[in-house]
């Protein structure tokens, strides 16, 4: 019995199939989910999601979020998604130097937390597309 992932973002649907396993960036680490797992609702940190179809494997970036986990859906609601084909490496290395350079700058607690996050989604990015480059 194959798994329905979703991933959805404010913008839109990103992906929406049925998969073999999951890999999802939690908190205390990667979690890997198969059909029937036992149900959970945990956070999902900025980062790599692997989806298994058969023999082959795709990457996505992820931001922040949370996922639900049944025996037969894994849904993911977070701030970002980007498959990994669609990212575009020269944009997220200057959002992560820009970001790191707003990070010197004397700035509110709210301001932190938005470069932070903008930090993280352009790390998770890089990540996923230097991975996937060969």
């Known amino acids: 019995m194959p798994l329905k992932l979703e991933i959805v973002t404010p913008e839109a649907k990103i992906y929406s199939e049925s998969v073999d396993m999951v890999t999802l960036p939690g908190v205390e680490g990667e979690m890997g989910i198969f059909p029937n797992h ?3 609702m945990t956070q999902v940190v900025a980062g790599e999601v692997v989806v298994r179809q058969g023999s082959q494997s795709h990457f996505l970036a992820v931001g922040e979020g949370f996922v639900e986990i049944t025996g ?3 849904a993911i609601l977070t701030d970002m998604a980007i498959k990994a084909d669609d990212i575009d490496e020269v944009k997220a290395e200057e959002a992560r130097k820009r970001a790191e350079d707003r ?3 004397k700035l509110s607690d709210e301001e932190t937390a938005s470069v932070t996050a903008a930090l993280a989604h352009s790390l998770a990015q890089l990540k ?3 991975r996937n480059r060969g």
């Open 128 to 130: 996923v597309k230097r």
């Open 72 to 74: 037969e859906r894994v």
């Open 103 to 105: 990070l010197q700058e």
């Open 38 to 40: 036992v149900p959970l």
